[in-house]
C-alpha cells in the first residue's frame, strides 16, 4: 500500500487530511538470539518491511486512533489524561505504554492527534511488529510535541513499554535495531554495555530470504518469560563462586569448567546455549567482515541446532523449514530468527538457486506441517525516520 493510499484511508476516516507520515523498520536478527537479556551480542538489522503512521493535530485531548490491519475495530480513542494499561486495549496499549514513558522521560505532555496505522510486517512471525509499533509511536509524539528525546532514548521506553507496562521480560535488541538502524548495515551490539558498531552488509551473490512458518504466537503466550527465568538461574547458580554479572561474561571453556555449580540439567542446558551463542555471534562479525559468508551460514546451522536442542525453543514449524533449507544446494547456511515458538526463519541463498530453493522448500513444508509457508526477500533499511516526501509510494 503506497503513501497515497494511505492518505485517502486517513480522510476518508477522519474527514481531515494527514499533517505529517512517519515509518518505524520491522527487524531481522541474523543470529545471537536469545543473548540480549543475558548481556552478549546481538546482530540484527532493520528490514523494509515497517509500519507506517499518517497523523494531524486535534484540538483536545484525545488520541483517536485506526489500524488498517485491524480495520474492524474501527476508530478507536482514548483521553490523555488516563494512560493505564487495560487488558483489553489489545494493540491498543502499545501506543498509550509509549506515551506515557514518553511524556515521564521529557518531562513534557503531549496533546490530542489522530493516528492512521499500516504495518506491512506479518503479525506474530517474530520480525518485530510489536517493536516497530512501540518505536513508531515514540517518533511521531516526540516530532510532533518536541519532547527532545534521542533514537537511543525511545529504543530504551520501547523496551519500558514491554517490560513495565505489559509485563514481558524482553532485552532491547529489537527497539535497538529499529530506532538505531542504517541502510545496507547490520548493527553489532554488546547489550551488556550497550557499545554497538555498524558492519557493512553486502551480500553479493547471496540473498536473505525470510521464511515464515505462518504459525503466529505472542511471546505473553509464549516460553519467553520461563526461558528469562532458567538464564537467572543459571547465573545465579554461578555466581556462587563466580564474580559475573551477566552469563555473557563467560566463554564456553570458562563455562565448561563452572557448569557443575547449575544444579538442574535442564537450566545448564539453557546456559550452555547462551554461552555459546555469543561466541557464535563474535566469530559471525568477523565472517561478515571478510564476505566469508559459508562461515556464516555454518554458525548460522550451529545456532539453530543448540536453540533446538540446548535452548528448545523452535518446535515443528521452524525445524521443518530450517532442515528442508539444509537439504537444498545454494544454501549457506538456516536458522529461526527472533523468540522461536513459530514466527520465522531466514536462510542465505546463493542468488541463481533462489526460486529452487523456496519451491524445494515449500513442497516438504506444506505436506509435513499441512499449509504453506511465505517467503520474502529481507532488504535492510534504516530505522525510524519521518516521511518527507508523503506524496511518494513507498
Known amino acids: 500500500m503506497d503513501i497515497k493510499a494511505l492518505q485517502a484511508a486517513f480522510l476518508k476516516y477522519f474527514d481531515t487530511q494527514s499533517q505529517r507520515a512517519f515509518f518505524a523498520p520491522g527487524r531481522v536478527n541474523l543470529i545471537g538470539e536469545h543473548i540480549d537479556y543475558n548481556g552478549g551480542h546481538v546482530l540484527p538489522c532493520a528490514i523494509s518491511n515497517g509500519t507506517y503512521g499518517l497523523v494531524s493535530l486535534r484540538s483536545d485531548q484525545k488520541v483517536s486512533c485506526v489500524s488498517l490491519n485491524f480495520e474492524s475495530d474501527g476508530c478507536v480513542s ?52 510489536s517493536a516497530s509499533l512501540e518505536l513508531l509511536i515514540g517518533m ?97 547458580d554461578l555466581q556462587k563462586e563466580c564474580d ?3 552469563l555473557c561474561q563467560l566463554r564456553p571453556d570458562q563455562f565448561e569448567a563452572l557448569s557443575h555449580l547449575i544444579e538442574d540439567p535442564t537450566i545448564r542446558q539453557r546456559a550452555k546455549h547462551v554461552v555459546y551463542e555469543d561466541e557464535r555471534t563474535q566469530q559471525a562479525k568477523e565472517a561478515l567482515l571478510a564476505s566469508d559468508w559459508e562461515a556464516f551460514g555454518q554458525l548460522m546451522n550451529q545456532s ?32 529461526m530468527t527472533g523468540a522461536g515458538m513459530g514466527g520465522c526463519a531466514i536462510a542465505l541463498v546463493k542468488k541463481d538457486r533462489l ?32 516521511l518527507t516526501a508523503i506524496n511518494e509510494e513507498d
Request: contains cysteine.
Open 78 to 129: 482514548f483521553d490523555l489524561a488516563d494512560l493505564s494499561y487495560q487488558a483489553s486495549d489489545s494493540w491498543l496499549s502499545y501506543i498509550k505504554g509509549m506515551i506515557q514513558y514518553c511524556e515521564e522521560k521529557a518531562g513534557k505532555t503531549v496533546s490530542g492527534f489522530n493516528l492512521l496505522i499500516y504495518g506491512n510486517i506479518p503479525n506474530g512471525a517474530g520480525l518485530s511488529s
Open 140 to 236: 511521531i509524539v516526540n516530532q510532533l510535541f518536541d519532547l527532545g528525546l534521542s533514537h537511543l532514548d525511545l529504543a530504551l521506553l520501547g523496551q519500558k513499554v514491554e517490560n513495565n507496562y505489559l509485563g514481558l521480560n524482553t532485552g532491547i535488541m529489537d527497539q535497538f535495531a529499529i530506532g538505531m538502524s542504517r541502510a545496507d548495515s547490520a548493527v553489532y551490539l554488546k547489550v551488556s554495555d550497550m557499545s554497538y558498531e555498524f558492519l557493512p552488509l553486502q551480500l553479493g551473490e547471496v540473498v536473505l530470504l525470510i521464511m515464515n512458518t505462518n504459525k503466529q504466537r505472542k511471546l505473553t503466550d509464549s516460553k519467553y518469560n520461563q526461558r528469562r527465568a532458567e538464564c537467572d538461574q543459571a547465573l545465579a
Open 244 to 246: 559475573i554479572t551477566y
Open 304 to 335: 539453530h541446532q543448540s536453540l533446538r536442542e540446548d535452548y528448545d525453543v523452535t518446535g515443528l514449524e521452524l525445524d521443518t523449514l530450517v532442515e528442508a533449507a539444509w537439504e537444498q544446494e545454494g544454501v549457506l547456511g538456516a536458522r
Open 355 to 386: 526460486d529452487s530453493v523456496k519451491d524445494q522448500i515449500q513442497a516438504i513444508y506444506q505436506a509435513k506441517v499441512g499449509y504453506p509457508a511465505s517467503f520474502y526477500l529481507a532488504q535492510s533499511a534504516p530505522g525510524i525516520c519521518e
